[in-house]
């Protein structure tokens, strides 16, 4: 009879794309999630990669992609890098610009159109997307995002950097650490930031102070974070207010009444501890503060308030316990609404009370503790423990209980019209029996009518309901999002109590002193610094194998994430620059889904970092070319080298070829490092140690040949040794220092033969 009331419906997530055929193509993309009937849309510039499109489609999970035909290269493109998504394709002129005129009559007070004037994509999507749901304009909740407010980060950055998931699935992520959210609402956020953190350095730092202030008023902090951990999830209310439920949904429809009753006690507790505070000046002094205690003193809020006190009894209960959750879905509404209602309602009160009046008398018949419980498919029942079944077994139905070998005895007790004996068992399992009666099996029959009539009448008042709060639905949008803000930044001064950070401060360099990497703890790591400005951009880092080099360059990484979400971060001092994207080249694996060779992958992530590279970007390049030949390698690593140097990219380049450091070294900001045992500081590394870890691994005999080989090209290479044990190289080495090069070449020719 009763379903979950924390069920929500399967949620479906529809994108809609229109793209320009420039060079650089203009992307609009309008995004439809079904459980809020809210819409996301956008416009911003691309290339033919698609490297923004992609990540924002895998940031908010689409599961379906609208495109107009003929778009060969998105369409490809699309089937390789989001496979998990369906790709339907529609004839252009679904695409046509023809929705303007409704959003102006229907949106024109709740959103500004002005906005959206002459972003032509994004009509075309957002006109598209609308003809292919269906849908009623002034239904959906649009939000316009601006992108450039939000940092890029790749999806194979994020992957790279272990975000969300590490390498192996056990280890750690920046996530997992920075999750101490207790909502939904601040789950999600975090979610969004870590893939998308902020540019505007006013809102970090908003979020900043606020960190200060639980610091400085710990009575706030607990007080918000004891009330966070009981707040439902604003979403799956919205998702009720959008849903027109059928009368068998009437108890999941109770369900997220008692949800939404639930969000209003915490909301008038929090008033009630904002009006008793002594200071409330210091409450709203931060901005964030001041915006969340703004809304829920808003009069929309206290309407919904009234709106429910006048229909529903705020104080019916409701839990996982099914009867409480019965009495729920039939007192839920007062008393006097619906004359009817309350009719239907003493009818199954009375019948109830029969029930309890039969099993009083069987307990003072037979001196047993009897229990009435429901089951959703038999209706009441009696429940007895197993050790006293004895008492009363000669009152049993011989011809069920000779067949109890299972749980469920007879389906039908109803077919025992002439039974002589007093009880059926239903069942016998964890130490109790449970059974019925024909007298009880009738009473069911007669409460099950009158709760069907309870629900009829009270699924009508329900949907009158709904669409009175359904005109305030903006507030449930707004208070959502602000829940989620104020619960983030609870989260990351709970992440403060953890670790020894500070509050980065934001300027046009890079500098973080005595931080260790966030994944490690502090008695496990080694600290490190790290400077970076625009005198100095360029970063070479070189170092032996299994040094630190990558992991060094990752926490350079994961420390501007997340001075860029507004979390402290683990160190001493840190001066962070605000980097509009983070491109990262990482490791050299085949693709064998796009048919790419490890150094086409490569070839792909150079050539999206030098298309959005600038003055604004950290780039992470580790061993570039390591997937083709030596000189090649060099070629290539100088020439990228070059191009990021003179577009001042914050770049932290790691190479084991001393050779790219003499072709930079005429650059003044080209700075050097070293990194030895996970510590980096300022120099040129000599030392290469790949045969010594090789050793760990490998054959004697095979370490021994590589050391003869390594000495004879190194010093062939250095000029600095004399004697080999190849006559010839000796002879190419005297040829070099010798005056008379014939005479030299002569003895060579004598030696051959």
Same mark, same amino acid.
């Given at each position: +009879?009763? +379903?979950?009331? /924390?069920?929500?419906d399967?949620?479906?997530?529809?994108a809609?794309?229109?793209?320009?055929r420039?060079?650089?193509?203009?992307?609009?993309?309008?995004?439809?999630?079904?459980?809020?009937?809210?819409?996301?849309i956008?416009?911003?510039?691309?290339?033919?990669?698609?490297?923004?499109?992609?990540?924002?489609?895998k940031i908010?999970?689409?599961?379906?992609?609208?495109?107009?035909?003929?778009?060969?290269?998105?369409?490809?493109?699309?089937?390789?890098?989001?496979?998990?998504?369906?790709?339907?394709?529609?004839p252009?002129?679904?695409?046509?610009?023809?929705?303007?005129?409704?959003?102006?009559?229907?949106?024109?007070?709740?959103f500004n159109?002005?906005?959206?004037?002459?972003?032509?994509?994004?009509?075309?999507?957002?006109?598209?997307?609308?003809?292919?749901?269906?849908k009623n304009?002034y239904?959906?909740?649009?939000?316009?995002?601006?992108? /450039?407010q939000? +940092?890029?980060?790749?999806?194979?950055?994020?992957?790279d950097?272990?975000?969300?998931k590490?390498?192996?699935?056990?280890?750690?992520?920046?996530?997992?650490?920075?999750?101490?959210?207790?909502t =939904?609402m601040g789950?999600k956020?975090?979610?969004?930031?870590?893939?998308?953190?902020?540019?505007?350095?006013?809102?970090i730092?908003?979020r900043?102070?606020?960190?200060?202030?639980?610091?400085?008023?710990?009575?706030?902090?607990?007080?918000?974070?004891?009330?966070?951990?009981?707040?439902?999830?604003?979403d799956?209310?919205?998702?009720?207010l959008?849903?027109?439920?059928?009368?068998?949904?009437?108890?999941?429809?109770?369900?997220?009444?008692v949800?939404?009753?639930?969000?209003?006690?915490?909301?008038?507790?929090?008033?009630?501890?904002?009006?008793?505070?002594?200071?409330?000046?210091?409450?709203?002094?931060?901005?964030?503060? =001041?915006?969340?205690?703004?809304?829920?003193?808003?009069?929309?809020?206290?309407?919904?308030?009234?709106?429910?006190?006048?229909i529903?009894?705020?104080?019916?209960?409701?839990?996982?316990?099914?009867q409480?959750?019965?009495?729920?879905?039939?007192?839920?509404i007062?008393?006097g609404?619906?004359? =009817?209602?309350?009719?239907?309602?003493?009818?199954y009160s009375?019948?109830?009370?029969?029930?309890?009046?039969?099993?009083?008398?069987?307990?003072?018949?037979?001196?047993?503790s009897?229990?009435?419980?429901?089951d959703?498919?038999?209706?009441?029942?009696?429940?007895?423990?197993?050790?006293?079944?004895?008492?009363?077994?000669?009152?049993?139905?011989?011809?069920?209980y000779k067949?109890?070998?299972?749980?469920?005895?007879?389906?039908?007790?109803?077919?025992?019209?002439?039974?002589?004996?007093?009880?059926?068992?239903?069942?016998?399992?964890?130490?109790?029996?449970l059974?019925?009666?024909?007298?009880?099996?009738?009473i069911?029959?007669?409460?099950?009518?009158?709760y069907?009539?309870?629900?009829?009448?009270?699924?009508k008042?329900?949907?009158?309901?709904?669409?009175?709060?359904?005109s305030?639905?903006?507030?449930?949008?707004i208070? #959502?999002?602000?829940?989620?803000?104020?619960d983030?930044?609870?989260?990351?001064?709970?992440?403060?109590?953890?670790?020894?950070?500070?509050i980065?401060?934001?300027g046009?360099?890079?500098?973080?002193?005595?931080?260790h990497?966030?994944?490690?703890t502090a008695?496990?790591?080694?600290?490190?610094?790290?400077?970076?400005?625009p005198?100095?951009?360029?970063?070479i880092?070189?170092?032996?194998?299994?040094s630190?080099?990558t992991t060094?360059?990752?926490?350079?990484?994961?420390?501007?994430? +997340?001075?860029?979400?507004?979390?402290?971060?683990? #160190?001493?001092y840190a001066?962070?620059?605000?980097?509009?994207?983070?491109?990262?080249?990482?490791n050299?694996?085949?693709?064998m889904?796009?048919?790419?060779s490890?150094?086409?992958?490569?070839?792909?992530?150079?050539k999206?970092?030098?298309?959005?590279?600038d003055?604004?970007?950290?780039?992470?390049?580790?061993?570039?070319?390591?997937?083709?030949?030596?000189l090649?390698?060099?070629?290539?690593?100088?020439?990228?080298?070059?191009y990021?140097?003179?577009?001042?990219?914050?770049?932290?380049?790691?190479?084991?070829?001393?050779?790219?450091?003499?072709?930079?070294?005429k650059?003044?900001?080209?700075?050097?490092?070293?990194?030895?045992?996970? =510590?980096?500081?300022? #120099?040129?590394?000599?030392?290469?140690?790949?045969?010594?870890?090789?050793?760990k691994?490998?054959?004697?005999?095979?370490?021994?040949?590589s050391?003869?080989?390594?000495?004879?090209?190194?010093?062939?290479?250095?000029?600095?040794?004399d004697t080999?044990?190849?006559?010839?190289?000796?002879?190419?080495?005297?040829?070099?220092?010798?005056?008379?090069k014939?005479?030299?070449?002569e003895?060579?020719?004598?030696?051959?033969?």
């Open positions: +009879m009763l +379903m979950n009331c /924390d069920r929500t399967n949620q479906t997530k529809t809609c794309i229109a793209i320009s420039s060079t650089f193509p203009l992307v609009g993309l309008s995004i439809h999630e079904s459980t809020t009937n809210k819409i996301e956008f416009e911003f510039t691309d290339n033919w990669s698609f490297h923004i499109l992609i990540q924002r489609l908010d999970s689409v599961n379906k992609i609208i495109i107009s035909e003929n778009q060969n290269v998105l369409e490809n493109i699309l089937h390789k890098e989001v496979q998990e998504s369906d790709i339907i394709i529609l252009r002129n679904n695409f046509e610009e023809d929705i303007d005129s409704l959003i102006l009559e229907n949106l024109k007070n709740n159109i002005e906005s959206l004037r002459d972003k032509h994509f994004t009509l075309s999507s957002l006109s598209a997307l609308y003809k292919f749901l269906d304009i239904s959906c909740f649009l939000e316009y995002i601006l992108l /450039d939000f +940092m890029f980060i790749s999806q194979k950055t994020i992957e950097l272990e975000i969300f590490s390498k192996d699935n056990k280890g750690p992520t920046l996530y997992g650490l920075l999750k101490n959210t207790k =939904k789950e956020l975090l979610k969004y930031n870590l893939a998308q953190p902020l540019l505007d350095t006013n809102e730092t908003n900043h102070d606020l960190i200060i202030f639980f610091s400085e008023n710990q009575i706030v902090f607990h007080t918000l974070e004891k009330y966070f951990k009981s707040l439902v999830d604003i799956q209310i919205i998702n009720f959008y849903k027109e439920r059928s009368d068998s949904n009437y108890e999941y429809d109770v369900g997220c009444c949800k939404l009753n639930s969000l209003f006690n915490i909301i008038e507790g929090i008033k009630s501890f904002y009006q008793k505070y002594e200071s409330k000046e210091i409450l709203t002094k931060n901005l964030i503060l =001041k915006d969340f205690f703004n809304i829920i003193f808003r009069p929309e809020i206290s309407e919904i308030i009234n709106s429910i006190n006048k529903f009894d705020r104080t019916a209960l409701y839990s996982h316990n099914t409480e959750n019965i009495s729920s879905c039939i007192k839920i007062r008393n609404v619906d004359t =009817k209602l309350d009719i239907s309602r003493q009818i009375e019948n109830l009370n029969d029930l309890y009046e039969i099993l009083s008398d069987y307990e003072s018949k037979y001196s047993l009897i229990n009435l419980v429901f959703s498919a038999k209706g009441y029942l009696f429940k007895i423990k197993s050790d006293e079944f004895k008492i009363i077994e000669d009152n049993f139905y011989k011809d069920i067949n109890q070998n299972d749980d469920i005895i007879r389906e039908d007790p109803f077919s025992i019209q002439n039974a002589s004996t007093e009880f059926i068992l239903i069942s016998r399992k964890k130490g109790f029996i059974f019925t009666s024909v007298e009880v099996q009738k069911n029959l007669r409460i099950k009518d009158s069907l009539q309870v629900m009829e009448i009270s699924s008042i329900f949907e009158f309901s709904k669409k009175k709060i359904f305030f639905l903006e507030i449930f949008h208070f #959502g999002n602000i829940i989620g803000l104020v983030l930044v609870i989260s990351f001064y709970i992440f403060t109590k953890k670790y020894k950070c500070c980065p401060e934001f046009d360099s890079l500098i973080v002193t005595e931080s990497h966030p994944f490690f008695k496990n790591s080694i600290l490190n610094s790290f400077y970076c400005c005198d100095l951009n360029f970063n880092i070189t170092g032996t194998n299994m630190g080099k060094y360059v990752k926490h350079i990484a994961l420390i501007c994430i +997340m001075g860029q979400i507004g979390c402290p971060i683990i #160190g001493k001066s962070l620059k605000p980097f509009k994207n983070i491109l990262t080249r990482l050299s694996e085949d693709n889904e796009m048919n790419l490890s150094f086409a992958v490569e070839l792909l992530d150079i999206n970092i030098l298309d959005f590279s003055s604004n970007s950290l780039i992470i390049i580790d061993e570039l070319g390591r997937s083709t030949s030596y090649d390698s060099i070629s290539f690593s100088v020439v990228v080298s070059k990021l140097v003179f577009k001042k990219s914050f770049t932290y380049f790691i190479t084991h070829f001393n050779e790219i450091i003499l072709c930079l070294k650059y003044q900001n080209v700075n050097v490092l070293k990194n030895c045992n996970f =510590k980096v500081t300022s #120099g040129i590394n000599k030392i290469i140690n790949g045969i010594e870890i090789a050793s691994f490998l054959n004697p005999k095979i370490i021994n040949d050391l003869e080989i390594k000495r004879n090209i190194s010093c062939f290479n250095s000029g600095t040794v080999f044990q190849n006559s010839e190289i000796q002879l190419a080495l005297q040829i070099n220092k010798t005056k008379n014939e005479k030299a070449l003895e060579i020719f004598k030696a051959r033969k």
